[in-house]
Structure formats: C-alpha cells, structure tokens
C-alpha cells in the first residue's frame, strides 16, 4: 500500500460530478455486449465509460481531460492515470482534495463515487487510461471488485 | 491492443477539442484549424474600446494575483505558487519611461493573492496572514526579509483558500476568508448530502473580517466578521465615493451536476449570478441558504436547504447592487477615480472576469474585463466588456484552455489601469488615447 498523499491526483480527476442517477445495473463484466468490433471488452468499456465520464466527470475534469488549473487536476499522460489501477480506483472510491501533478498543485474537491458499480467504474477508468493521448491496460469490474473489498475510506 | 487504440483515438477525437491537450493557460497546442498563426506577442493582445491601447509592463513574471500602484508609479504584484517560483511579491518600476519595467525586485518567500499600499506599507497576504513591509518615500521596500504579521492563523483548507486584501485608508484592513466549501454540504459537492443548518462554516468563513491595519499578530478575536453569508471574494475595492466596500462574489457551482432534476446544464452554465454586494458593517449576503437568480431577480433558496429552483429565501439577506452572469469568476474589482479616460468611466467600476470551468459541457465564458457605470455610487446602465480576448480567440474561449486569463486591476498615477494576468504573469498598462 503506497501511500502517496498527493499522489491521488489523477483519480480525483475521475469525478466530481455526482453520482450516476439511478442506474445500478451492473453489466456483469465490461465485456460482453454490444455492439462493437471484435475488439471484445476493451472497446466496449471504453464506450460505456465515455458515457460514464461525460455524466460524473467531465464537469470538473473538462472535455479534454485537462482539467482546470490549480483546482482540478488533469488526466493527460499522468502517473496517477497510467500507473498503480490501485491507486487509481480507490481515488474514484473515496474522492480526494490536494494534490500535486508535475510540480502543479490542485485543490479542487473531489467527491467519493462509491456509489458507481465495479462496472462503471472500471469502464470509466478504461476510458480514461485510452483517452487524452493515454493508453494504459484495462481496468476491469473484478478488479474493482477486489479493490473494493479491502478499501477502507479514510 | 491496436484495435484498442485506434478506438481510444476514435473517441478521444470525437470528445476532445483538441489532439494536443494544453495544459490551461499555455496556449499551446494548436491545431491545425483555420485559426491564424496567433501573434504571441502579448502586447497586441488586447481588443479595447476605440482610442484605448494596451502595452505590457512586463510578459511572464509568474501567477501575477493582485496589484497595486504606489503613488509614484512603482507597481507592486502578488504573485500565486507555481513550479519554479521562489518569491512571491515583485517590485516594478519603469525608470525610463519606455513602458517596459527595468528596474524588477522579487522578495517575500510566501505566495498569495492579496496586495495593497497605505499607511507607508506594502500589505501582502498568503492564505494564511498578512504581512506588511516598510517601504521608503521612494517606494522601496525597506526590510525585503523580514516583514511584520499583521494578521495570522486565518482559515485555509484549500478552497477559496485567497486572502484577498483591501484597505479602506482609514485605518482599517478588510480580509476575505472564504468559505471552505461549495454550498456548506455536510459532505462538500457530493450528491444527496445535505445543506449544514445553521452552516458552521461561516463562523470562521464566508465573509470579509475587519482588522487594524497597524496592529501586528492580530487573529480572529482580535478581528471583527464584518460581513457574512459571503461564498467566496476575490476581487473587492474600497470605493471612495459612496465610503463603502464593494465586492464581487464568486457564486456556487454545480447546480446540475448535484440536481439534475432542477436544472439543465445550459441552465446550471448561467446561473447562480456572480453578483457584486455594496457591504456595511453586518451585511449578510445570504450563502449558503440562497443564491441569486438573475433572470428570476430573485434570491432562490439553495436546494441543499430545501429549494425547488423556485422558491424565494434569505429575506434578510442583502440584494447585489449588479448581477452577471454565472461562473465567470471575477477576481479584480476597481473604482476608477482617474481623469485620463473618457467621462463615463469615472467613478464607474472595472471587473476582471477570469473564466468559468464549471459551465462544461456547455461552452466556457470571461476572460475579460467589464465595465459597469456608476453614477451617484449606484450602477446606472448595463455593463459592457470592454477588454477582450485574453483568451485568444472564441475557440479558447469555448474551451477554456486560453492564454491568459485576467486576475488584478489597479489605477496607475496618470489614469491609466493595470491587468495582471496569472496565467503567464503578462500585466498590460491600458491608457486611452
């Protein structure tokens, strides 16, 4: 368990919108489904996960996953979005303010999105990781799931 | 793992405005779009009203806050932490009359927002205190390493955490501590959580506290809360005419985001008002309870305390003297009291809007300077932008990864007015004619 205070950076970036409305459907593993190519799960978490980002994220993280200066911190190319999927969910989980990324601090507040299922918030991530100029392996809803498990909310 | 990236990119595309994601403020990452190549030069920034010109004093000091102008034409700026940066107030002056500084000190190894002159001191604050520094009839400062505390121990959790300063040249230092929070949620922007009630934040937030500009080491017992129910003030000016502190709100955010059901994000983009506040010892704006709605020209309960978007609250709470638009974030405020701009200008109020972030989706906004009339001390006419395109162009705009973005204003000895950029750290003298 790392403990990188500041470090929780990117995840913050995730979310500070709110939670999703109602849906708790969980659709099972990122995979299956839809429509998409033979590209299997990947893809297809990565379409969900846009539409995840666009209603919890996107308001604080910006369009462009920039995110705004001083306050909410980019997802562009950062170790908190490319590195640890530890580190990564359980900012999602647990929200987080304060945090410095390339020498620039971020103070904006960042609220907790434990109520996003494994699923979204693994498709979420994987949207993330393959978004902005990122490419990062996936992050999957049984991950989540274990993450999860152990986290203990500060 | 191909597929994957080439779908990443698909999306990334269809989402992001641009390939290159600048960093804010960098106003780098061109695209290969129809804008033309943008002249860097700051100096031609500007768009101003006919007969106005702008020149920089200087074009990248750093995260250049507020500013003030000692009655000799030195100008001194407050400058925020950024990588690199080592100290926090700066020291221009332009010995030669070219309109470029050539003479620059940087001293105060703390960072912040606040900066004001008077009593033969400089006055700069950090999130935290307020310093002073002697300065000399030539407006040297006298004692770069070791100023006084003249306030300490002030609230800072790293939200609205600037301490924006002004003095009132009668003795007396007004210091905004802003509220720690979006709309005193129990638990600050998160969904469901509900409104604090009574909010405790604003015992030792939300307001602007009045303390002796010449008494050191004074805290909150030694200050008195002379206006309440304010989110949070960056930008305020003690206006000479009507004797008053004037301020400008920075309104909550979020309201989609945390109630879709009541507003729409193009109406959650516009509202609540960034509102400006005539205060007098004991005026209570009415954060966290209401927010102002422009359109309605109503104070509409918060619906963390049980508002529906329509119904009215904070029957005690004071109205603004002038409602904007929401988000814009305005940062400068200042009287001008010169006689060097045309007649309308005078005792009228200058605004510096930094720009929203949290109109997104809906396109960003500011990132200008407005202008509001006054006229006997009350604001007579619609404002209107009168500086432009710090940002460089609508699509920055839009965006909101600009070049610069407007912070400090200040009134220089001939009549002309300073903008501090805290972007870059550009700061443009605006003279007219």
Redesign the interface.
């Known amino acids: 368990m790392k403990k990188r205070n500041l470090v929780f950076t990117v995840a913050s970036s995730l979310l ?4 999703l ?1 109602s849906q708790t459907k969980k659709p099972a593993a990122p995979a299956k489904t839809a429509g998409a ?3 299997g799960g ?2 297809a978490s ?2 969900r996960g ?1 539409q995840v980002y ?1 209603e919890q994220c ?3 993280h ?11 911190p ?1 997802l ?1 190319k950062t170790k908190f979005v490319l590195g640890d999927k530890n580190t990564l969910v359980k900012i999602v989980l647990n ?1 987080m ?2 945090v410095e990324v ?4 971020y ?6 999105h434990s109520d996003l299922t494994d699923a979204q918030i693994a498709d979420v991530l994987t ?1 993330v990781r ?6 990062a392996k ?1 992050v999957t809803a049984a991950e989540v799931k274990a993450i999860r498990a152990k986290n203990k909310p500060a | 793992m191909n597929v994957i990236a080439r779908k990443s990119l698909y999306l990334a595309a269809g989402l992001c405005f641009a390939g290159l994601v600048a960093s804010a403020g960098d106003g780098g990452g061109k695209k290969g779009k129809e804008k033309p190549a943008k002249v860097s030069d700051a100096n031609t920034q500007l768009k101003l009203p006919s007969g106005f010109s702008a020149v920089t004093l200087v074009d990248s000091i750093g995260r250049a806050r507020h500013i003030a102008v000692a009655p000799n034409g030195v100008v001194f700026i407050r400058l925020n932490r950024s990588k690199g940066a080592t100290k926090g107030v700066y020291r221009l002056e332009d010995t030669n009359g070219d309109g470029k500084a050539d003479k620059i000190t940087g001293f105060g190894s703390f960072f912040g927002t606040g900066v004001a002159i008077g009593n033969g001191y400089l006055y700069a604050s950090s999130d935290e205190e307020v310093y002073r520094f002697k300065l000399d009839k030539d407006y040297n400062v006298v004692n770069p390493d070791n100023p006084e505390k003249v306030v300490t121990g002030l609230l800072n959790r790293h939200e609205h955490e600037a301490k924006a300063i002004t003095l009132d040249g009668k003795g007396n230092l007004y210091v905004n501590i802003g509220a720690y929070s979006n709309a005193c949620q129990l638990k600050d922007r998160t969904k469901g959580s509900p409104g604090d009630m009574p909010c405790k934040i604003l015992d030792s937030a939300g307001g602007i506290w009045l303390f002796k500009a010449d008494k050191l080491n004074q805290t909150y017992g030694d200050g008195v809360r002379y206006a309440t129910g304010l989110r949070n003030v960056v930008g305020l000016d003690w206006n000479k005419q009507t004797n008053s502190l004037f301020v400008m709100q920075h309104g909550r955010d979020q309201l989609h985001d945390l109630f879709p059901d009541m507003w729409d994000t193009k109406q959650s983009a516009e509202l609540p008002a960034e509102c400006m506040y005539e205060l007098h010892q004991g005026s209570n704006c009415g954060w966290p309870y209401i927010f102002y709605d422009q359109n309605q020209h109503k104070k509409i309960l918060a619906p963390e305390y049980g508002g529906d978007g329509k119904k009215t609250g904070g029957e005690n709470a004071q109205d603004p003297v002038v409602a904007f638009p929401g988000h814009l974030a305005p940062n400068g405020l200042l009287f001008y009291t010169g006689n060097q701009f045309p007649e309308k200008y005078k005792n009228g109020a200058f605004i510096a809007f930094h720009g929203s972030w949290n109109r997104a989706p809906e396109p960003q906004a500011g990132y200008f300077i407005v202008f509001q009339p006054f006229k006997d001390g009350k604001p007579s006419g619609q404002w209107e932008v009168f500086a432009d395109n710090f940002s460089g162009g609508p699509e920055k705009t839009a965006s909101g990864r600009v070049m610069y973005r407007p912070c400090g204003l200040a009134q220089a000895p001939d009549g002309s007015i300073y903008v501090t950029d805290d972007s870059k750290g550009a700061i443009w003298k605006i003279s007219y004619k």
């Open positions: 500070l919108a709110t939670v409305m190519t033979a590209s990947a893809s990565i379409t846009k666009l996107l308001a604080c910006q369009v462009d996953g920039a995110g705004v200066q001083g306050m909410n980019p562009v929200g303010q304060g390339e020498g620039e601090e103070h904006g507040v960042m609220a907790p949207y393959n978004s902005f100029g990122n490419k996936a």
